[in-house]
């Protein structure tokens, strides 16, 4: 039975992001494409070229986003992080490539999706007013784990 | 992927936004054992089921717009044909719909008597000798029809236009007492044929 149940979950997790895959290939949304030369191998890491929207403090700027799926998705958000040297100065990315985004940690919902959170990223990126780093920027590159799901978050900052 | 059947081969073609308002928010699939939030969102009842266990410190939240649902809120859709078997069975059952009698005309229900003993029936029988008290049929208690080695109550509780009924809380309590009364009644004298 519980066999069944989880293989029957392993299928549909890999049946959503297939569909996922196909739709972002077909209609990306602007400044996002998909880079699927890693991707045929694995399907549960993906990179990301995403550029910054015209009329921004980004614009013109090349980003690369990895996002990488673990079997709970979409239940459990994917680890999405910026690669070095391609990211952003941006008051809430680490010099690690970690975001600092709601919708990544406590706000994540199973309808949400990467094109959905290439879109937060793009927005978060735009409405940025002033190109700096974190504040905790040094502190955090001290202690952060790998995997930016295990920090826990504090979200203060509504505007950026 | 021994399931690909033809809800997948019509994934690979461009689902048309007809096709695609009835995808389940969660696994972006035809949603199967559909049922929609209160506010108004499609899930299969196996994903949003998963959502809701994923996080069980919080309120379950709709994925789509944050309202807060409820398990005992979700409405099950029955489409033609939505009963096959899949693998999901497995899981716990789908919230059942809920139905309500629409209310009946009591003048013509043919019940013996009428006032408030109307729907009370207790009846028990014991070795060969059954003998009723006939007050109408909502609660039957059998014992000992065997020779009387063997008693086994029932209650059955029938006639559900009582509970959305017209009668008045007065009737609705006098009858709910006196079906008490009955039944302790009943209980006793079972009690008293076991222990002589």
Redesign the interface.
Do not use: E, Q, Y
């Given at each position: 039975m519980g066999g069944a149940s989880h293989a029957y979950k392993e299928m549909a997790f890999l049946k959503r992001l297939k569909k996922e895959y196909m739709e972002l290939k077909k209609s990306p949304p602007p400044g996002v494409v998909l880079d699927d030369s890693v991707l045929e191998n694995n399907i549960t890491n993906w990179i990301i070229h995403i550029s910054g929207a015209e009329g921004t403090l980004y614009s013109g700027e090349q980003f690369k986003l990895n996002i990488k799926f673990n079997d709970k998705y979409p239940f459990d958000s994917p680890q999405v992080t910026f690669i070095k040297p391609y990211l952003p100065v941006h008051p809430h990315v680490y010099s690690n490539g970690h975001i600092c985004l709601s919708i990544l940690d406590r706000d994540w919902s199973p309808a949400l999706n990467v094109s959905s959170i290439c879109l937060s990223i793009l927005s978060m990126l735009s409405s940025c007013t002033q190109k700096v780093k974190p504040d905790d920027d040094s502190m955090y590159m001290r202690f952060a784990p790998s995997n930016p799901k295990k920090t826990t978050w504090v979200f203060h900052d509504d505007s950026v | 992927?021994a399931?690909s059947t033809d809800k997948?081969d019509r994934?690979k073609g461009t689902p048309s936004m007809e096709e695609r308002s009835f995808e389940c928010?969660?696994?972006?699939?035809t949603a199967t054992n559909a049922v929609v939030s209160m506010c108004g969102?499609l899930f299969c009842w196996?994903?949003i089921h998963?959502?809701m266990e994923?996080r069980p410190q919080d309120t379950p939240?709709c994925?789509?717009c944050?309202s807060v649902i409820d398990k005992e809120k979700l409405i099950p859709l029955y489409g033609r044909g939505s009963d096959q078997k899949d693998?999901?069975e497995?899981?716990p059952p789908r919230p059942a719909g809920q139905r309500e009698e629409a209310p009946e005309d009591n003048n013509n229900t043919g019940y013996f008597g009428d006032g408030m003993f109307n729907g009370i029936n207790v009846s028990f029988g014991v070795g060969g000798f059954p003998f009723g008290f006939g007050l109408g049929p909502a609660f039957t208690i059998q014992t000992g029809r065997m020779g009387g080695q063997h008693h086994n109550v029932n209650i059955g509780h029938r006639g559900n236009r009582m509970h959305h009924g017209r009668r008045g809380g007065q009737e609705e309590e006098q009858r709910k007492t006196m079906a008490r009364l009955l039944l302790t009644f009943a209980i006793l004298f079972i009690i008293m044929i076991i222990f002589t």
């Open positions: - | 992927m399931a997948d994934g928010n969660i696994c972006f699939d969102h196996p994903c998963t959502w994923a939240t994925p789509v944050k693998p999901r497995s899981l």
